[in-house]
């Protein structure tokens, strides 16, 4: 660590560790603020028994966490414009989530507006915005997550602890509430910054279970949004039947290999036949004289394991940006983004 880091920690840092600070003890606290309100979600869940959850970016990385905490769990993902092609006898049996963390993303209110229009039952999951308000007038019951200026990205402690309420998932509460003594960002921080160092000047691709899809697209989007790089990622035993193929390096292609550095995500809970692939494609990989390094997820609960990964991911990410000269916690990408979409016609666009 340089002598300026030692005075002053990049803002970057500063972010990570008031992110984590958040996720492992303020969780616990914007559960007992939103407990009332997501109570009233719960109730219109059990009317219908299943939830379909609109979300963009940051906003429905809760719900894609709980279901690899329980894939079984009752509850659909759509991050699109409006509702997914569905039977509109089925839609009516489902509660409708329109989870924004600003509350003004442009596809989720468009899918809200959709869905009060055909009068569904519908709830939200907002800090505020356009959907609170939409809410309030139409008398809908919501969940407000405290405001207090993270990226969305950061938010997923809040996220995960107010779904937890409204699908009214017990052990999972129980299992969340218990990280605050069980996480600990510093214990992390060398791991990130010496795994940040292994990456410098690659691409990572992360592997893992189809089960921990969510966890390695959580890391894809921590490398693409906090450390500012390309990043990429797949699930075993699908990408055995096409993407593998793409690296069998050759005279020919090796140029276009060189830049990827493989990140397998071991779980010790997964199928053993899953595990016996990703032990398979590492020896395969590194015949080919392409770098590969397996972390395994551990920790005695499922959420244990999930979020220690996630912490070592948050930690990575922001020694990434550090170590390219990049600020790690803004998006100016996305600003521009806005920007140039409102100067086209569309106003009132949060993305």
């Known amino acids: 660590m340089t002598a300026m880091t030692r005075k002053a920690r990049p803002a ?14 303020d969780a616990l606290a914007s559960y007992r603020q939103a407990s009332e ?75 809200l507006n959709e869905a009060i229009e055909k ?12 959907l609170i308000e939409i809410a309030k007038a139409k008398n809908l019951p919501y969940v407000q997550l405290p405001d207090t200026g993270i990226q969305p990205r950061s938010a997923l402690g809040y996220g995960v602890m107010a779904l937890l309420k409204v699908m009214n998932i017990k052990e999972g509460l129980k299992e969340a509430k218990a990280l605050k003594k069980i996480l600990n960002p510093k214990t992390a921080e060398q791991a990130g910054r010496e795994l940040a160092q292994k990456l410098k000047n690659y691409v990572p691709v992360m592997y893992t279970s189809t089960r921990n899809c969510a966890v390695a697209y959580n890391w894809k989007i921590k490398f693409n949004e906090t450390g ?33 550095y493989f990140i397998f995500l071991k779980d010790q809970s997964d ?31 499922i959420f244990a394991k999930i979020f220690s990964s996630l912490l070592l991911a948050d930690w990575t990410a922001v020694y ?12 100016p990408m996305v ?12 106003d009132n666009v949060i993305v």
């Open 271 to 301: 199928d053993a036949r899953v595990q016996k692939r990703m032990e398979i494609l590492k020896k395969l990989y590194e015949d080919r004289g392409l770098p590969v390094i397996v972390l395994g997820m551990s920790g005695e609960t």
């Open 335 to 346: 600003e521009e983004f806005k920007r140039m979409m409102v100067s086209h016609g569309r």
């Open 119 to 130: 009068n569904l039952n519908v709830a939200v999951i907002a800090v505020g915005g356009k």
């Open 37 to 111: 309100s997501a109570a009233k979600v719960a109730a219109s869940l059990k009317k219908t028994g299943r939830a379909l959850l609109l979300g963009m970016g940051g906003s429905h990385l809760a719900a894609d966490i709980l279901l690899s905490y329980d894939p079984a769990l009752p509850i659909i993902v759509h991050s699109d414009y409006g509702l997914p092609q569905m039977d509109e006898k089925e839609l009516a049996k489902t509660l409708i989530i329109a989870s924004s963390y600003s509350g003004n993303t442009e596809e989720v209110i468009d899918g």
């Open 228 to 260: 500012k790089i390309p990043a990429f990622y797949n699930v075993l035993p699908e990408l055995n039947h096409n993407e593998m193929t793409g690296y069998d390096v050759k005279d020919a292609t090796k140029e276009l290999s060189a830049k990827f």
């Open 320 to 331: 990434t940006a550090e170590q390219y000269g990049l600020e790690s916690e803004q998006v």
């Open 12 to 25: 970057g840092l500063v972010a990570i560790d008031r992110e984590m600070a958040r996720q492992r003890s």
